[in-house]
């Protein structure tokens, strides 16, 4: 449902649900999870979206440190991980800091 909401242009009320999810699956299944990290990195794609790319870098680092304590390194979520960091360091048009990152991806 949040995606939705952020595909039909409302960023805060997809927000708004990423973080009532967030909650729920904090308290069923925790920190160290797969689904902890998919729902930051999908709240850091909306701040991305947003132009907010602190808190986009912020969300996506969280999911990135998940991926790397639950999933081999080479696991295609990490690398994953490494190119949205890329992808938002390329909007920051920080251009050497986001080829760091998108050589370290591995989808």
Do not use: W
């Not at 947003?50 to 986009?56: I, L, M, V, W």
């Not at 990490?78 to 920051?92: A, H, L, T």
């Amino acid at each position: 449902m949040a995606a939705n909401y952020d595909s039909m242009g409302e960023p805060d009320t997809a927000l708004e649900f990423y973080c009532k999810s967030l909650e729920i699956i904090l308290t069923t299944l925790g920190e160290n999870h797969s689904t902890t990290a998919i729902t930051y990195m999908n709240m850091a794609s909306v701040y991305e979206d947003q132009g907010d790319f602190e808190k986009a870098l912020e969300y996506h680092n969280k999911a990135l440190t998940i991926r790397l304590d639950v999933l081999e390194e080479n696991h295609p979520d990490v690398g994953r991980s490494y190119f949205n960091i890329g992808s938002v360091y390329d909007s920051k048009e920080e251009y050497d800091t986001a080829l760091e990152y998108y050589e370290n991806h591995s989808v």
